[in-house]
């Protein structure tokens, strides 16, 4: 790339923090200072949160980048840290988990009940032969035994991957052979949209392929008809029966926790690998600081799946190493209704939520009179996680579910990362729609131009991480140089996001969107986030996707598809008057430059399981080119939709 990034969206809107939240939060500016001041004393002091069984020798050791060593000699048990702590300290009747399957059936989760659970499996695994530095394959539904299969992990030191239930029996098996796991934990199957959906069958077929998995461990949830074979135990009949007595053993702060695939654009997925005290001291700690959870009275709800790493660092580790209630919901967000979300948000009593993006755009599509028909007057901060939030998202979800009033926490982080690392502090910031705002206390991230160089306030170019921190990835599983080459190669002794990013005048951080997907019109460099903002911010338009497709006379040209709002009239003429109106209103607020040669009005967007558009699909339709893979996306019908409506356009 020849120059930095475009830098066209001016958002001048800026929303500080309630005064009652500001005078009470659990974080305060403060900790800016504090960690500026000295960094490592701030993480030990954040670490001191963590119960350990042996206080670590060194902060850290980076005495060989990029491969870091955090809290050395410390020791502890991260289940121990999620459950027993709370137990012991009289909180075992909490309730830890308010569940809510698909079809309505719900359980409630004590502490002590989870404890109980997690105490039964981890004997079971140990019971199956796995020990500690095993390795444990995770497939299940969003159902408590997801948590409680990857609490037992860690409390026996095995490291569990998790993987998507909604990944193919091909991308499991990868998956499974790349780890050598010696036991899957599966389902019969989960529900979604409305009826049961097999999850066993693509085990079987995967685990055809694994010659190291010993088990399969089967939790009956839809209770539908299985096939079984001599290596399938139910997880009823293995982890009920089992002893409900386990002592955790403390493990070292660099034991391996978990491994997380990330789908990424290549072939070969990465094993994210995430070890045990550095993750654990700052995915606690974010969910204090950002959530400003307060354990006590928050009822807190991530919308997330399990098997992405907003689950691991919000469902499962950050709320529950914080003795937080929060409430967990198997299906999807449109069954029976439209309204289902906000439901579960007025019977539970959430405060504070944690969700994506496209599901904010999706709210968006359908109306804003779907939350208006529930009480959610319990919620007292929003979050956004996993895209840029467009600023008109953003406004439409501190209106429509916050009430006009409530912060808006837009979070920045990877897999790689573990936990967040750009966010407004909801007690501090005065948020800007469409920011991430500023690193965390603690976390030194900047954006640079092409030679590396930091770029002046108003400048755009690549976010990096300039300083090691403590939830930080410490390898890809079993390819130390693919880790090397991928975060720590492009820029001398600096991490590599892959994410574009600006500094606005004020200094703060504004995501652009991977770097691989940014367009290059007539010698520009436009992002794919600042169009897709411009259209979004039309009252039509509630969420778009943008490509550069090759186009003869620019190099690239501005391909964008647009889902119209809930009542927008797109038949005939109306419709191709709207195409002409979003083109002039993209023109008209980011410049000519970044006008769309064309805008295609589509009902749905091809998104991966975790919500992210795959602008490599749509680009594929620009340029008329059969399909690449599709294997990873929610709903593999919507690419024949829109293809469909390609042809015969111009
Ligand atoms: C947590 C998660 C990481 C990529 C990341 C970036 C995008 C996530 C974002 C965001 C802008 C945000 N991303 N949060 N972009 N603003 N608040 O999503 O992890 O699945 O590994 O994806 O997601 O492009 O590099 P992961």
């Excluded at 075992?92 to 308010?98: C, F, L, R």
Aim: aromatic content about 8%; charged content about 20%.
């Amino acid at each position: 790339m020849s120059e930095a990034l475009a830098n066209l969206l001016n958002e001048t809107r800026q929303f500080p923090p309630p005064a009652e939240l500001a005078a009470h939060a659990n974080v305060t500016v403060d900790a800016y200072a504090e960690a500026d001041a000295d960094r490592l004393a701030f993480w030990a002091k954040q670490a001191d949160r963590l119960a350990w069984s042996k206080k670590w020798d060194e902060v850290l050791d980076w005495s060989n980048p990029p491969f870091a060593k955090w809290f050395v000699g410390g020791q502890l048990n991260v289940a121990y840290n999620c459950l027993d702590r709370h137990v012991e300290a009289g909180r075992g009747d909490k309730v830890a988990i308010h569940w809510e399957g698909e079809p309505g059936d719900t359980r409630t989760i004590t502490y002590a009940d989870l404890h109980e659970l997690t105490c039964r499996a981890a004997n079971a695994l140990t019971d199956l032969g796995v020990t500690a530095g095993d390795r444990v394959a995770i497939y299940l539904p969003m159902i408590p035994e997801a948590a409680v299969a990857m609490l037992a992990c860690a409390r026996i030191g095995a490291a569990h991957s998790v993987v998507f239930g909604g990944f193919s029996a091909d991308s499991l098996s990868n998956r499974i052979q790349d780890a050598s796991a010696k036991v899957v934990i599966t389902a019969d199957g989960g529900y979604r949209r409305g009826k049961p959906s097999a999850l066993k069958p693509t085990v079987d077929e995967a685990v055809a392929n694994c010659p190291s998995v010993e088990h399969v461990l089967v939790v009956r949830r839809t209770g539908e008809e299985v096939a079984w074979s001599e290596k399938d135990l139910w997880w009823h009949e293995t982890v009920e029966t089992a002893s409900a007595e386990h002592t955790a053993q403390p493990f070292d702060a660099e034991h391996p926790l978990f491994i997380l695939y990330t789908s990424g654009t290549t072939a070969r997925p990465k094993g994210i690998l995430h070890t045990t005290g550095g993750y654990l001291t700052q995915a606690s700690y974010t969910t204090h600081a950002v959530f400003d959870l307060k354990p006590e009275t928050d009822v807190y709800w991530c919308t997330a799946d399990i098997g992405w790493v907003t689950g691991h660092s919000y469902i499962v580790y950050g709320p529950l190493s914080n003795g937080a209630t929060q409430v967990m919901y198997e299906g999807t967000p449109d069954t029976p209704h439209k309204g289902r979300f906000w439901e579960i948000v007025d019977r539970y009593g959430v405060s504070i939520l944690y969700t994506a993006p496209t599901l904010i755009r999706t709210m968006m599509k359908w109306g804003e009179d779907i939350p208006a028909g529930f009480d959610l007057s319990s919620l007292r901060l929003l979050g956004s996680v996993g895209e840029p939030i467009n600023p008109e998202a953003w406004m439409w979800y501190r209106q429509h579910v916050g009430r006009g009033e409530l912060p808006v926490v837009d979070t920045w982080w990877q897999t790689e990362t573990g936990s967040i690392m750009i966010s407004p502090l909801p007690g501090v910031t005065a948020a800007k729609p469409g920011s991430a705002m500023a690193p965390l206390p603690g976390i030194v991230a900047d954006v640079v131009d092409d030679q590396g160089q930091s770029v002046p306030n108003g400048g755009g170019g690549y976010l990096v991480l300039r300083e090691p921190w403590p939830s930080m990835l410490r390898t890809i599983w079993g390819d130390d140089n693919r880790f090397i080459e991928t975060y720590w190669s492009r820029f001398e002794g600096m991490y590599f996001a892959g994410d574009g990013a600006k500094k606005d005048d004020d200094g703060h951080i504004w995501l652009l969107g991977r770097v691989d997907d940014v367009m290059l019109v007539s010698g520009h460099n436009i992002s794919t986030t600042e169009v897709e903002s411009a259209l979004v911010s039309h009252p039509s338009v509630a969420e778009a996707a943008v490509v550069g497709a090759t186009d003869p006379t620019t190099g690239q040209a501005i391909v964008a598809f647009a889902i119209p709002r809930g009542s927008t009239d797109i038949a005939g003429e109306a419709g191709e008057q709207l195409i002409a109106d979003l083109r002039n209103h993209v023109s008209k607020t980011l410049g000519p430059i970044a006008k769309p040669r064309q805008i295609m009005l589509v009902p749905e967007l091809p998104k991966t399981r975790s919500g992210k558009i795959m602008r490599r699909l749509l680009r594929d339709v620009a340029e008329n080119r059969s399909l690449g893979d599709v294997t990873t996306l929610q709903d593999s019908s919507v690419m024949e939709l829109i293809s469909s409506g390609m042809s015969g356009a111009k």
